[in-house]
């Protein structure tokens, strides 16, 4: 039993006369009746009374006239909505945001996506990157910015967009490397930090970032929130490293980490390189292309960069 049967069953049910049917169907009579006698078989029941003059619905053809309609009607509003899905007039797709993501402006994307696809609802949710990667591979997420350290994305995803951004060191106007605008990393091991709890992107970049040199921090306080750390640098307990687009909107003391001046790399991750749901394929469409900024950046950032230009 498909749905071109069933319509043929409806429309002669309705109009009680074969030939007016099969007008309004544009198909012909004898199509008509040899798709009336299909579904008739499929069904191993007779629908319709046949006469000279007219067509009556049998007792089989009443109960299935009450079904059949809703049946269209359902398969017709399923159509619609898939193509809605498509088109990206209706449906819903899932965002991760690392925590302290500043290389990207989501809001403004997610304002001119919102513009284009008002009717597609957007769920974020930030979180660790090691939680996105786990949401991401479970499906509960569509894309998920994420902060790479020294370890190469899982191969079961796949990164569509990277970015690398620059880390620098916040103070307090009263702090003692106020007067500079550079330091050596090497100096740092004196000082106390504001730092961020263990399992964030930044917090994992920095620890790696001292590790390789070979120092250990003085760790004064943790938190999950940017703006708090900011706050306790400010106040003068303790120095921060934070993305350099969050040191220039706070408006604070900042200093070129050295040598190298020093970067994490983030990237849009999903589980294949053309998302399945169509909105997030259109999210997607709307972020920038690959940023690879190696001005400044590491011999190992530029490499990796290269490297993953030539994967994605």
Known sequence: MDS????????????????RAAEILH???????????ALENDLGCVLFERT????????????????????????TEAQNSLKALSDCVAGSFTLGLVQTLTVVDVPAVLAQFHRRYPRVEVTLTEAPSSDLLTGVGNGQLDLAYVALGSKA?????VALRNFFER???????????????AVEIMELHEYSFVDFKAGLGLETVVSELFFAAGINRNVAFRTSEMDLALALVSHGLGVAIVPEPVAHRSGMHQLSLLPGKPSRELALISRTACPTNPAARAFLQLTADPI????????AARDGASQRETFI
């Open 4 to 19: 071109r049967k069933l319509a043929h069953f409806v429309a002669v049910a309705e109009l009680g006369h074969f030939t």
């Open 27 to 37: 198909v012909s009579q004898s199509g008509l009746s040899a798709s009336i006698r």
């Open 52 to 75: 000279t003059r007219s067509v009556l619905l049998t007792a089989a053809g009443c109960v299935l006239h009450e079904h059949a309609s809703s049946i269209l009607r359902e398969i």
């Open 153 to 157: 994305l899982p191969p079961e995803f």
């Open 167 to 181: 880390l620098v060191l916040v103070v307090g106007d009263d702090h003692p490397l106020a007067s500079r605008s």
């Open 292 to 299: 690879y900024p190696t001005e400044g950046m590491p011999p």
